[in-house]
């Protein structure tokens, strides 16, 4: 099976992906630290927090890590786009260690590394898996702009109750 080539916005989507949610957390780590601890029980004090700095700047990176991935599901499989999101388990450690001082035992770092190297064996396959076409549905997975005009009249026909 051929392997389509990814265009660099794509891989501009991906690495969006891989760097919204571990900046995103993060940054809500961060500034969990430091409020005393929150209780469901007290839901004023949980809505507080959304409104500090640094909760909030987290908030938005994992809003940005929502819409990039939703971004790439729509042109790529699952199986492709969930793995470039375990590399963020990478940045994540390293930003825990180096930015947040956190102690990373020996057997996190272990499997932070198996993790990594799982995650190389499913990237080498292809982004979108080839299905075979079933009338009517060749362009389903076509972005908005690949697909033709003339492909979608009939389903507003249909859908505006014309016929065809």
Avoid: K
């Avoid at 469901?40 to 938005?60: C, E, M, N, R, Y």
């Avoid at 590394?113 to 982004?127: E, H, M, R, Y």
């Avoid at 009517?136 to 997975?141: E, F, I, K, L, Q």
């Amino acid at each position: 099976m051929a392997h389509e080539r990814l265009l660099p916005r794509q891989y501009m989507i991906l690495g969006l992906v891989a760097l919204c949610a571990p900046l995103g957390d993060t940054c809500l780590s961060r500034g969990m630290t430091s409020l005393p601890p929150i209780s469901l029980a007290h839901p004023a004090t949980l809505i507080a927090a959304v409104f500090t700095p640094w909760i909030a700047f987290g908030i938005a990176l994992l809003i940005g890590f929502f819409a990039s991935y939703l971004t790439a599901l729509s042109w790529a499989d699952l199986t492709f786009v969930l793995p470039a999101t375990a590399f963020g388990n990478v940045i994540v450690a390293l930003l825990a260690r180096f930015w947040l001082q956190e102690p990373i035992s020996l057997e996190r770092w272990a499997g932070i590394v198996l993790i990594t190297l799982g995650v190389s064996f499913v990237a080498q396959g292809p982004s979108l898996t080839q299905r075979p076409t079933i009338e009517g549905s060749a362009t389903a997975r076509l972005p908005l702009e690949e697909q033709s005009l003339d492909a979608a009249e009939p389903a507003v026909q249909v859908a505006e109750g014309q016929p065809r």
